[in-house]
C-alpha cells in the first residue's frame, strides 16, 4: 500500500504561484510513475501533469503546459507541481497519483483509472 498526502495548496490571486507537493509512505516512489489530476465542481477529473518513475519523461496537458512543472525527489519519496501564472480556470481540488511503472523511462498513464494509488487531494482557488 502506498499513502499519498497533497499539501501546499490555497488561495491566491491571479498572476500568482503554488507549490504542491505529493508526500508519500508505505512504499518508495521510484517504483511508481506519478501524475496530477485536478477536479473542479461539476466537471470530470482532469489530468494535468506526469512523470515517469526516474523522472526523465514529464508530460502536460495543453491547459497548463509552459505554467506547471512537475518534479520528482524519489530519495524524499515527494512529487511537487510548481504551478505559475495561474489563472481563476485553474481553481480546483488537485489529486495526487500512483502508478506503478514497469519501466524506468515510459509515460502513457493519461487517465485516472491507469492509477494505483489516490490522496486525498488539495484545494486551489485562484481568484480573479
Known amino acids: 500500500q502506498v499513502q499519498l498526502v497533497e499539501s501546499g495548496g490555497g488561495l491566491v490571486q491571479a498572476g500568482g504561484s503554488l507549490r504542491l507537493s505529493c508526500a508519500a509512505s508505505g512504499r518508495t516512489l521510484s517504483s511508481y510513475a506519478m501524475g496530477w489530476f485536478r477536479q473542479a465542481p461539476g466537471k470530470e477529473r482532469e489530468f494535468i501533469a506526469g512523470?515517469?518513475?526516474?523522472?526523465?519523461?514529464?508530460e502536460y496537458s495543453d491547459s497548463v503546459k509552459g505554467r506547471f512543472t512537475i518534479s520528482r525527489d524519489n530519495a524524499k519519496n515527494t512529487v511537487y507541481l510548481q504551478m505559475n501564472s495561474l489563472k481563476p480556470e485553474d481553481t480546483a481540488v488537485y489529486y495526487c497519483?500512483?502508478?506503478?511503472?514497469?519501466?524506468?523511462?515510459?509515460?502513457?498513464?493519461?487517465?485516472?483509472?491507469?492509477?494505483?494509488?489516490w490522496g486525498q487531494g488539495t484545494q486551489v482557488t485562484v481568484s480573479a
Open positions: 497519483a500512483a502508478k506503478f511503472a514497469y519501466y524506468a523511462n515510459q509515460y502513457d498513464y493519461y487517465y485516472a483509472n491507469q492509477y494505483d494509488y
Open positions: 512523470i515517469s518513475k526516474n523522472g526523465g519523461i514529464t
